[in-house]
């Protein structure tokens, strides 16, 4: 069975940096990408940053440049690196695995997800 464990949370203060990690375990279909989305209080979840297997990467505009995606395959892990934090990115991050099935039919994956609080 599929399990991804997320880790690195925690509480900062403004312009602080935090690290996100993502283990997958259990699957077995191809991975088409490796993602990071948010959910902020009174908010709907966002995509914050996707990495494809190809290694391309997607960034929302309020994280560009402060936030950098990165994975390592053969682990199976996702990596969020947060710099330059601010309390706007406040929210709890969940790790995503999308994974193709069969042609035209992909299946996600989750992290329990993990609570970042950037203080003022």
């Known amino acids: 069975q599929v399990q991804l464990v997320e880790s690195g949370g925690g509480l900062v203060q403004a312009g602080g940096s935090l690290r996100l990690s993502c283990v997958a375990s259990?699957?077995?279909?191809?991975?088409?990408?490796m993602g990071w989305y948010r959910q902020a209080p009174g908010k709907q979840r966002e995509l914050v940053a996707a990495?494809?297997?190809?290694?391309?990467?997607d960034y929302a505009d309020s994280v560009k440049d402060r936030f950098t995606i990165s994975a390592d395959n053969a682990k199976n892990t996702v990596y969020l690196q947060m710099n330059s934090l601010k309390p706007e990115d406040t929210a709890v991050y969940y790790c995503?695995?999308?994974?193709?099935?069969?042609?035209?039919?992909?299946?996600?994956?989750w992290g329990q997800g993990t609570q970042v609080i950037v203080s003022s």
């Open positions: 995503n695995f999308r994974v193709q099935v069969i042609l035209a039919k992909t299946r996600n994956y």
């Open positions: 259990g699957i077995t279909f191809s991975i088409n990408a």
């Open positions: 990495i494809s297997s190809s290694s391309s990467t």
